[in-house]
């Protein structure tokens, strides 16, 4: 490993010896790994001579961007190398005349969404972890609340450079818009989540910054009424940006966690949209068909939340709800997606099977997409109870996902800790293909191994 120095020519950024454990694991860090380096490239090349190395010596290699994943997709299970890319944070170029900017892989979203838009411009793709890397969010396919009228990071990648296991420097895509140009392989490496190559640049592609975003909270007496009203607020074309659903018992958490409170405390369950666009009486005029949609569909109330202040309290506490459920119990992320006629459904089975089980499961998410986020929550339970108990729950609930058209994970990724859940569901053919992708770019299996289809 010592040949490592010879690479990058800067001691601070080889690290052979204490390799700090935040390293070895990801944001949950349950799992843990080990490695023989560490080492932070600052270039393309100085990345590619580190593959060529563990290429022509059989070393694997864990790529890494900020480590918020919560799926165990950055523990070095096979030792090796781990890559991280944090100090590639360069936002390279701004474009204005084709809508694009060109960054490097460890840029870190807040800070690219702020420079974006202090050129007028909008980065859509928003995941709640906004100190996750873009490299990061191109490998996991990261989502997020604007997905309904965005779409996921998949929709903003335009072109990748990526360095392959072996050290050759692909570029896939480039700035157009269109591409009916051979086998889409940037499509390929996105959400591959580390498995067959190194992103050490991408090209992205941004929008006009809506000129005015505007709240609305709807308050309703149980969940499932909530989660009934969304498909009409899908169906009923207001065009909005985010539709989010929150149980009052885990807005408590967030209240707690936060210090701050949400509007209209005598609700069970809270749905939360956001609309934006450039006109205010345009915005106002789909404000009115969801006011009527709510009403027709039993929300307590509609409240329209204009004051910046109560929409970032509110955006605050849905977006510490994984933290601040994880401060009170150690808990089993889930991020299940199902057709969105099949959300109301899903929760339904999910709370019946919290009744069956006592073990409790807290459900909020991006109800616009069917994206449902479940935290599997241990409480007091030994780790033998708990290691039986969260199988025995999460099989029925990724089975019953499944049986209703869902996948395993809509945006944080299979990682190791959904592997079990995703080749159960999936078909042998499906698998054999993903394994020759696999071979095709990684014929040493070194990058990422036994992780996700492996
Ligand atoms: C509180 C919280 C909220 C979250 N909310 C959301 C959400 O709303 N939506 C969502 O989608 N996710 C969410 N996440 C999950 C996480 O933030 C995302 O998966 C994010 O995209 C990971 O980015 P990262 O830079 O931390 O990548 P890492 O965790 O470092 O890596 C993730 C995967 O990508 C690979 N990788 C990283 N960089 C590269 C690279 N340059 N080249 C090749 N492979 C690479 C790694 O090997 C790993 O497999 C949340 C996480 C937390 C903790």
Redesign the pocket.
Known sequence: MKRLFDIIDDSKRVILEKIEEKYLT??LGRITGTAQALVFPKSTEEVSRVMRFAYENDIPV?????????VG??VPVQGGIVLD?SQMNRIMEIDKETLTAVVE??VILSDFQEAVEQEGLFYPP????K???I???????????RAVKYGV?RDYVRSLE?VLPDGQVMTVGTKTVKDSSGLALKHLLIG????L????KAVVKLIAKPKISIGVLLPFADLKTGIHAVLHVIRGNADPTAIEFVEKKVVALGEEYTGLSFPYPDAGAYILLTLDGDDSKEIHRRIEKIKKIAKDNCALDTLVLEDPKTIETVWQIR??L??AVEAKSEQIPV?IVVPINKSAEFIEYVNQVEKETGISMVSFG?AGDGNVHLCVVRGNRSKEEWEKQSCEVMTKIYDKSHALGGLTSG???I?ISKKPYFLKASEDINLKIMQQVKAAFDPKNLL?AK?VFQ
């Open positions: 990801d944001t864990t790529p890494r961007g900020a480590g918020t994943n919560l997709s950055t890319v892989p460890g928003d995941p709640g972890e100190t996750a890397t490299g990061g969010n191109i490998s996991t396919n990261a989502g997020g609340m990071t990526v591959s989540e580390g498995t190559g190194i992103i050490t977006g510490c994984v933290k991020d991006h945006e944080h990724g990682g990422n992780k």
